[in-house]
């Protein structure tokens, strides 16, 4: 069409009153917003690693969200069929690796429980002393990062400067500070070097004056209490049946630990030790049970140093270990919640199979029930406070 | 001392303007170096324990900053391909012409203000909210998801928290009797408590709330903790600025704290008494001014740094809910009360 | 005690107290490199070889998890030690490398090294910009014997003394 030329008539007639109503419809669909996916992760300083959560938003309310996992899978229960005991306990320790001693511990006595062996009474206090100090080293971090996930910067370098007291008590004895690959079929590698019991103390003394300071600094603070209190509540009853376990379950309310019911393992037995639970079932009684968990477990650390007994720290095994065949499931409660090891032996020096029950897999699953219809910031919220390592979702 | 606007005259009103307007450029990156260094990088490092940047410049890490600055220079300038080129070029500007703009009222000296404007609280809070403007440009043209939420947050807050700030600020002009900036600096150097005129009357005393008010109406103004959704570090990674590198996140830095310095040199303006020494009057106060203005805001931003670095955020929600159903209030109680006292003493 | 969450003021005054209190005590950093802090005794920093104690008898490269051992020898033949004897035959160790860009510090070698040639030394200061460079040889492994501490008493009540 050349420019010189008129416009042609129209002939359609625009009529005005239909229009206008045509335009409103034109807003409101503009206007009416669709659901949005975000995509957490697997890059992202929220998830503890590389969880990726996939959440679709509306606005800033969750209407869903699926957890994909995976990113970290390293193939644990398939290395294991191939590799000797000694060499799995190297294996296992990176499994949660802030508490790397607790995951050896059930993996030894599983086999001690094959080979039919007691380790001395020094070993198992020894033992049962290096796992709470794991577990004070992890608490120390969640109490520190949970802090951080809710926007408070200082917590999280309390946190890490508290755990480095225990790490150098770690790594005087065993050598390694976050993987001491140190429990052996029938005891420990080495015992104590001279002066562990006196630094131990003061090192308790130090964890439970951080204690205090995370229960002013963080807990009682009104900020991080509007921040977490009724978020991400777990019913007892929905959480059990997912597999939620250790301090998730307590907070909830279930008077449930491994340490004292059920089987008993290690030296606690002997030791006399308070099982903290907390009636609501909200991000704050979780961060609640973990402190005061650190706190019963410097208190039980002192304990086992008051009654440490004399005596050997390995029992007799051949130099080259065969484990006889046969199966066995040994459970213990480790910092992040229940783990398990189900070891089958055929007689060799290594294990048939091992199958690996780690508790963050099961403390994640309950992820997608739990976040329905939460804001965004309250997801990240709920995720620091269920506490899950991806090395022991993924192994 | 009446030879600067003497002086002023005989060079020339272009030169003048010149030189006002390089001052004032130089005195916000100079500002947000301050700030950042010895509340960000020293007085946060202490309240965790850790010593901060040591060894850049061999004493205690002093030119960490600097070196920081002239690394984001010579970075590469990456532009999301989606985004918008212009708007997100533009909304870094936006935000450091607002904290410029911030800087034109406030007085230093009896003689040295850039611009003594009459209206110059009412003027200074009506630039900074500019900023909302280059937030919410920086949010969309990023084509980024989790930009775009950091930036409707932070439009729904620091609009919300405009009133608080202004309702914690009518409290002092009421007091004042003006609304320039320099005449409030005058009435407090003036003023008598009880009759006792030897430390003038600096307005914390008689508007404590208004203080705490205003602290934490600036607090939000920020973004910073405990209301910096919009910058969640750990849920949106910079939120509004995550696609910024380089030198526009730069501008973006000097401008968040290149604003801190700003509202903080407001708050000691307005309550502390600004540029006034008790008995310093004339030439001196010209000379003094500046640094005891420097003294007053910095004891300001030690207690919203300081707020900063202890406190977890609050949700979206639960930050809208204190401006509007607490501070507001609040502030208008205030209003109340400072109006019956001014009329019945 | 436990204390019950019950604080005397309110939480957000005592919190500022806690960063201000920290912010006066020294920091609790350690400047490295001006400032090193001595690693404990039983560190697992490298491992040190003692070559004359070793037999080439391949248990440590069998059983490192990562395989990171890698040894050649050969035998050779010495003369008799009496008059009229045999000549024996002995291992003379060629190659014995370790690589630290694949060890893991787990310690099975030091630990099942029957004729005490490896051992600890909590050295840790060995970082390389070229990654083949990790690859310690025989000769590197035994000027690391120098490093290797005494071993150290033990807590009360142990049973044996301190081994490596």
Redesign the interface.
């Known amino acids: 069409m050349s420019t010189t030329d008129a416009a042609p008539p129209s002939s359609f007639q625009v009529d005005r009153a239909a229009m206008r109503h045509l335009a409103d419809a034109q807003v409101n669909v503009e206007l009416d917003t669709g659901d ?1 996916i ?1 995509n957490l992760g697997p890059q ?3 998830t503890h690693g590389t969880l990726r959560l996939v959440v679709r938003l509306d606005g ?1 309310r969750v209407i869903s969200a699926d957890p994909v996992i995976g990113y970290m899978h390293r193939g644990y229960e398939k290395l294991t069929e191939f ?2 005991y ?2 799995i ?3 296992i320790n990176r499994i949660d690796w802030l508490s790397s001693f607790a995951n050896e511990v059930p993996f030894m006595t599983a086999a001690e429980q094959l080979m039919g062996i007691e380790a001395p009474p ?1 070993a198992t206090y020894i033992r049962t002393v290096l796992t709470e100090l794991s577990r004070i080293a992890t608490f120390l971090l969640f109490l520190g990062e949970m ?8 917590p999280a ?2 946190g890490f ?1 508290d755990r ?1 007291y225990v790490l ?1 008590l770690i ?6 500070r976050f ?1 001491p ?1 140190f429990n052996r079929i029938g005891g420990l ?9 006196a630094e131990c103390r003061s090192t308790m003394k130090i964890v439970l004056d951080a204690c ?2 995370f ?13 977490t209190r009724g978020i991400g509540i777990i019913p007892a009853a929905t959480g059990a049946p997912y597999g939620v376990s250790g301090s998730n379950l307590r907070a909830s309310g279930v008077d449930w630990d491994l340490r004292r019911d059920a089987r008993p393992y290690l030296a606690y037995p002997d030791l006399d030790f308070q099982v903290w639970t907390h009636p609501d079932g909200d991000s704050y009684s979780r961060y ?1 049970v973990r402190l ?1 968990e650190t ?1 019963e477990s410097a208190r039980i650390v002192l304990q086992c140093l008051d009654g ?6 390995m029992a007799k095994v051949p130099r080259i270990i065969k484990v006889p065949a046969g199966e066995t499931w040994v459970e213990t409660e480790n910092p992040l919640g229940q783990m398990g090891y189900y070891v089958i032996s055929k007689g060799a020096t290594g294990p048939f199979r091992v199958k690996i029950r780690s508790a963050s897999f099961s403390n994640v699953s309950i992820l997608p029930w739990l976040l329905r219809g939460v ?4 997801v ?1 919220t709920i995720l620091a406070s269920l506490y899950f390592i991806l090395g022991d979702i993924d192994r | 001392m009446t030879a600067i606007p003497t002086l002023a005259l005989s060079i020339g009103w272009g030169t003048t303007l010149a030189i006002k307007t390089l001052i004032i450029l130089a005195i916000i990156p100079l500002g947000a170096l301050i700030l950042g260094y010895v509340f960000l990088l020293k007085m946060m490092s202490h309240m965790q324990s850790r010593l901060g940047p040591m060894d850049p410049g061999g004493f205690h890490g002093w030119y960490q900053l600097v070196g920081d600055g002239l690394k984001f220079l010579q970075k590469e300038d990456i532009m999301p391909a989606q985004s918008d080129r212009r708007v997100f070029a533009a909304a870094p500007a936006v935000v450091v012409l607002s904290t410029f703009l911030v800087f034109l009222v406030i007085p230093v000296g009896p003689d040295l203000v850039d611009k003594s404007l009459n209206v110059g609280v009412f003027y200074a809070l009506a630039v900074s909210s500019l900023s909302v403007i280059g937030v919410l440009m920086a949010g969309w043209a990023s084509a980024n998801k989790y930009a775009l939420l950091g930036a409707l947050r932070a439009a729904a807050q620091l609009i919300a928290y405009e009133l608080p700030l202004l309702l914690a600020v009518v409290g002092v002009v009421i007091q004042a009797g003006t609304l320039s900036l320099q005449g409030i600096v005058l009435s407090q150097q003036h003023g008598a408590i009880f009759g006792f005129g030897g430390l003038g009357q600096p307005f914390i005393l008689t508007q404590f709330f208004g203080f705490a008010l205003f602290l934490v109406a600036a607090q939000a103004e920020l973004t910073q903790t405990p209301f910096d959704m919009p910058v969640a570090e750990s849920e949106l990674v910079a939120g509004y600025m995550v696609e910024y590198t380089g030198f526009r996140f730069l501008f973006f830095f000097i401008g968040e704290f290149g604003t801190a310095f700003g509202f903080a040199a407001i708050a000691a303006t307005l309550f502390l008494g600004g540029w006034a020494l008790p008995g310093v009057h004339g030439t001196w106060a010209d000379i003094l001014g500046p640094g005891v203005l420097f003294i007053k805001l910095m004891a300001v931003a030690f207690l919203m740094f300081w707020v900063r670095f202890t406190y977890p955020r609050l949700r979206e929600d639960q930050l809208q809910a204190l401006a509007w159903k607490v501070l507001i209030p609040l502030g208008l109680a205030n209003i109340l009360l400072t109006g019956v006292f001014k009329v019945a003493f | 005690m436990p204390r019950l969450h019950k604080p005397k003021m309110p939480g957000l005054i005592g919190g500022l107290g806690i960063t201000f209190k920290t912010m006066l005590r020294p920091a609790v950093t350690v400047q490295y490199p001006h400032e090193r802090e001595a690693p404990v005794t039983r560190a697992r920093g490298v491992i040190a070889l003692k070559e004359e104690n070793c037999t080439s008898c391949m248990l440590c490269a069998r059983q490192c998890p990562d395989w990171c051992i890698y040894i050649e020898g050969h035998k050779e033949q010495r003369p008799p030690r009496r008059e009229g004897g045999r000549p024996r035959s002995v291992n003379i160790l060629d190659r014995f490398d370790i690589d630290y860009a694949l060890c893991m510090y787990c310690g099975i070698c030091v630990e099942v090294c029957p004729f005490d040639a490896l051992f600890w030394t909590p050295e840790f200061e060995y970082s390389e910009f070229q990654i083949g460079r990790l690859l310690h040889d025989k000769v590197k492994l035994g000027d690391w014997m120098q490093t290797v501490p005494e071993p150290e008493p033990l807590e009360v009540g142990a049973e044996t003394k301190g081994k490596k």
């Not at chain 1, 802090?147 to 200082?154: D, I, K, N, P, Y």
């Not at chain 1, 790594?171 to 390694?176: L, N, R, S, Y």
């Not at chain 1, 229960?215 to 921040?227: H, P, S, T």
């Not at chain 1, 804001?375 to 309250?378: F, K």
């Open positions: 949005m975000l992202h300083p929220a800033e590799r000797t000694p060499q306990t190297t294996l020094r802090g951080l996930q809710v926007g408070a910067l200082t370098f309390y400067r480095e150098n790594e005087a004895a065993t050598g390694g993987h690959n590698k080495d015992d104590l070097p001279w002066g562990w019991i205090d300071d229960e002013d600094l963080v807990l009682g603070n009104e900020i991080f209490r509007a921040r609640w005061q706190r440490i007994p004399a005596g050997p720290i804001y965004v910031p309250d990240i």
